[in-house]
């Protein structure tokens, strides 16, 4: 009987009922011979887990840093974020001529985070509001800087569903705004705001009536230089 070459055999050969036939010094070097390829097939696996997961984590590490500026070039292309359709609101008549939609109640809530290296508290001073389209609403955040040390932050901004970001116009904001805050110091951010009327007649927002406004405020040390071509926010001056 030829002793044990096959690596057909080697697989199986923990189960050893099915080699009778063999004799056990045959079991034994297939297993002394084919363990140590198996260890190393182990710790290659581990060693390539660890690798993605290393680089995973440096990947989202530069994109929170770069996520920022990367957000302002996307407002600027795609209209959303500072001001959601900026040219039509920009016009303080358009507001003054607004027809509130009184049937179409929106509950908006309010929520609020820091990215992770941000020492700020940072909350919505109020849960939620209940407006009507075509109405302007304000709302509060606030800020305490906790620490020993001056600290600039930057906010960016996001509204939820995605379908409705184009009708949520912020006349007054602090987002893309560097906010300074000094040591133990606490300020009140207002958000100046309205649901444009066409939002009451989008199809597909026909039962959407309830919104959110999510602010994640950064630490702007590595934001010195700001995105070229990109302007403050429009509607800071309008009334």
């Avoid at 140590?36 to 060693?47: L, V």
């Avoid at 630490?219 to 070229?228: Q, R, T, Y």
């Amino acid at each position: 009987m030829p002793e044990c070459s096959c690596p057909s055999i080697i697989v199986c050969v923990s189960d050893t009922a099915m080699f009778g036939h063999l004799r056990p010094e045959s079991i034994s070097i297939c297993r002394q011979v084919f363990r140590p390829i198996s260890q190393d097939a182990h710790n290659y696996r581990r060693k390539t887990a660890l690798y993605y997961s290393t680089g995973l984590g440096i990947f989202m590490l530069g994109l929170g840093y770069a996520g920022v500026p990367l957000y302002r070039i996307y407002c600027a292309k795609s209209g959303r974020g500072s001001n959601t359709d900026g040219a039509r609101v920009s016009n303080a008549d358009f507001i003054a001529r607004m027809k509130p939609v009184r049937e179409r109640r929106i509950t908006v809530e309010f929520s609020a985070d820091t990215y992770s290296h941000m020492a700020w508290s940072f909350k919505p001073l109020q849960k939620r509001l209940t407006i009507v389209p075509g109405e302007t609403a304000l709302a509060f955040y606030t800020a305490k800087n906790p620490t020993s040390k001056p600290i600039v932050g930057i906010a960016t901004y996001t509204v939820l569903p995605i379908e409705a970001a184009k009708y949520f116009n912020k006349i007054q904001c602090f987002c893309f705004e560097e906010q300074r805050l000094n040591p133990g110091e606490e300020v009140d951010l207002p958000v100046f705001f309205f649901l444009d009327p066409e939002f009451d007649e989008d199809p597909h927002l026909m039962r959407t009536n309830r919104l959110t406004l999510h602010y994640t405020f950064f630490e702007a040390k590595k934001e010195k230089m700001l995105v070229p071509g990109i302007s403050k926010p429009i509607l800071e001056d309008v009334a």
